[in-house]
């Protein structure tokens, strides 16, 4: 886990660009804190949602994750 925003979290997926995991893919129920789910340096278990090469970003979610 990478740095964590009020947005989501960045998550260092080893490769030259990071991943998002939006608040709204962090959980089934609502949270307001990502921090609530995720904390710095952890290690997690993610699935891609998209990969979007033009804006070099990377969409995760931890929803469905077992």
């Known amino acids: 886990m990478?740095?964590?925003?009020n947005f989501g979290a960045f998550v260092d997926l080893g490769i030259?660009?990071?991943g998002l995991i939006h608040?709204?893919?962090m959980a089934d129920r609502y949270?307001?804190?990502p921090s609530e789910?995720?904390?710095i340096h952890q290690h997690i278990t993610v699935k891609?949602?998209?990969i979007?090469?033009?804006r070099k970003r990377i969409?995760?979610?931890l929803k469905g994750i077992e």
């Open 37 to 39: 789910v995720v904390s």
């Open 59 to 61: 969409q995760l979610t």
């Open 52 to 54: 979007d090469k033009e």
């Open 23 to 25: 608040l709204s893919q």
């Open 16 to 18: 030259k660009e990071n």
């Open 31 to 33: 949270i307001s804190d």
């Open 2 to 5: 990478g740095n964590i925003t």
């Open 48 to 50: 891609v949602l998209s």
